[in-house]
């Protein structure tokens, strides 16, 4: 008798024991239907105290933060993107920025038809048809220097474009994804202070200013380091979004 009163404890603490061990069998079983509802419902209560317990007041600082986290992690908002095309009269040369989360779509003038794409660094995308040229860069992207040969109206062209890596800076514009040329005559620096301060009745007053011109906006930086127009005390540029540093 004394044997099974002993037996009995033993084989009680033993099956607790199993039951409690991380790797025991029964652990990786599949949960029964009521096992799954129990659980369910222990976890909608939890949820239910939580919001109830929420401080209200609370909330639109845990928003911002989440907002501001994202934008930190991913770099861009939507104020630094514009969608919309920019238009730039066509040259032999320009200067775009470039990042690898976008593709990016240039237009050459209506009626060009691109032969040839050369660049510098390789791509994650680039690709033409027609008039359009579609660039994405790779992860590892800096700078990279694009060949571009096309003809319009039966004449051969070449277009050299500068890309630079895109980085969020207070001195630059947004990230433009569409540029968009024309065929029409692009101003020179001298010509473009001169129409603005016909149309505005004074030279330039702040850091930056704007113009249009047929159509296309130029900018205006005034740069005593790197300006090429001296108008009195003051030095300006018209530099296509490029920053100096």
């Known amino acids: 008798m004394n044997k099974y009163i002993f037996l009995c404890p033993l084989f009680i603490y033993l099956a607790c024991a199993e039951s409690s061990a991380p790797f025991s069998p029964q652990n990786f079983r599949t949960p029964s239907e009521q096992e799954i509802a129990t659980n369910k419902g222990v976890n909608d209560l939890k949820v239910n105290e939580y919001y109830l317990n ?30 919309k095309p920019v238009i730039r009269p066509i040259a032999s040369m320009d200067n775009i920025s470039l990042h690898p989360y976008f593709t990016f779509s240039l237009l050459l003038p209506s009626g060009s038809v691109i032969s040839h794409v050369d660049s510098s660094s390789e791509m994650a995308v680039m690709k ?52 968009s040329y024309k065929n029409i005559k692009k101003r020179d620096d001298v010509e473009t202070l001169a ?28 740069d005593s380091k790197n300006g090429t127009i001296g108008v009195g005390e003051k030095r300006y540029r018209i530099d296509n979004n490029t920053v100096f540093k």
């Open 195 to 222: 129409i603005y301060a016909l149309e505005m009745g004074s030279f330039p007053k702040d850091k930056y200013s704007y113009v249009y011109i047929d159509g296309v906006v130029y900018r205006i930086v005034e």
């Open 54 to 83: 929420i401080d209200t007041t609370a909330i639109p600082g845990v928003i911002n933060k989440h907002r501001a986290n994202k934008e930190a992690f991913d770099e861009f908002s939507e104020k630094e993107i514009n969608y």
């Open 128 to 179: 033409f048809e027609s008039n359009t040229l579609l660039i994405r860069p790779k992860s590892d992207f800096h700078i990279a220097n694009f060949t571009i040969l096309y003809k319009l109206k039966d004449e051969n062209k070449i277009l050299n474009v500068l890309a630079t890596r895109y980085e969020k800076e207070p001195t630059k514009d947004k990230l433009n994804l569409i540029y």
